[in-house]
């Protein structure tokens, strides 16, 4: 992997302190080569360390860290001030007005979703999967940060890399979870499956939201093998284990 972190940035949060990250600029080795900031990666905890260490630096140096335990949940938690890894909450959305912190969001597929409000300073890192999205994470983020001041209309928010509706096949069990107003994020695949688009889903909650500004990025972690990890992608060459990548976003 190269030497350099590489650093994606969004346009609609130009001025603030953030960065999706994938798998570049990283000191793990073998199945999770890279920038694997996941300790349940079966990885080194030296080298997730130092991952960590460098994905902060690249983004906001000197800054604070601060991560949740994710659960797939509709959680959004205000942070006023760090904790230890040891005492994450249990939840899949930080909010933040507090300068000194970065938040930040592990992912393998699902997508991570940037926001800020540049006005009131608060910032927000949420953990999207299918099912916190449909549960209503980006909602109770919106909420969280209207609660420190932020206005939906005045929110920027940016899909970061996820894995696409071309490598993301489902199941009738999958699709049932979701009514015919959701049709529109359904492709028809082979017989009883489909291809969903999650980017699309969760863009659409984000304006369903209120939100005034919405920028998908449009990068495919399945896809993507050189940047990106990919819980799917593993699954789908039984690997027994796979990295996690970084997106962060810090309040100034």
């Known amino acids: 992997m190269a030497d ?17 990250l994938g798998r ?15 300790f349940g990666a079966d990885d080194d905890d ?22 949740c335990y994710q659960v797939h949940s509709p959680e959004a938690v205000i942070v006023s001030e760090a904790w230890s890894h040891d ?15 970065v938040l930040g969001i592990v992912t393998a597929d699902c997508a991570p979703v940037l926001l800020a409000d540049r006005e009131t300073g608060v910032v927000a890192a949420a953990h999207a999967g299918w099912r916190g999205a449909h549960g209503g994470v980006i909602e109770a983020s919106v909420a969280a940060m209207e609660q420190l001041g932020a206005r939906p209309a005045r929110i920027a928010a940016a899909i970061g890399p996820c894995i696409a ?18 049709d529109r994020f359904f492709a028809p695949g082979r017989a009883d499956h489909w291809q969903f688009d999650l980017e699309a889903y969760v863009a659409a909650r984000l304006q369903a939201a209120g939100v005034g500004q919405v920028e998908p990025l449009g990068l495919d972690t399945y896809g993507e093998e050189s940047r ?20 962060l976003i810090a309040c100034d």
Request: aromatic content about 8%.
């Open 24 to 38: 570049r600029g990283g000191v793990s080795q073998g199945l999770v080569a890279g920038l694997n900031v996941g």
């Open 165 to 182: 509706q071309e490598s993301y096949e489902v199941d009738a069990r999958f699709r049932d979870n979701f009514t015919a107003a959701d």
């Open 228 to 247: 990106f990890y990919s819980f799917r992608r593993a699954t789908h060459r039984d690997e027994p284990t796979y990295g996690r990548q970084f997106s």
């Open 46 to 67: 030296r080298a997730v360390e130092e991952n960590r260490r460098r994905a902060v630096a690249a983004v906001a140096p000197g800054a604070q860290l601060v991560t």
């Open 4 to 20: 350099t972190v590489e650093a994606i940035r969004a346009e609609s949060l130009a001025g603030v302190r953030h960065a999706f």
């Open 87 to 101: 005492q994450r909450p249990r939840a899949d959305a930080l909010v933040t007005d507090r300068p000194g912190l």
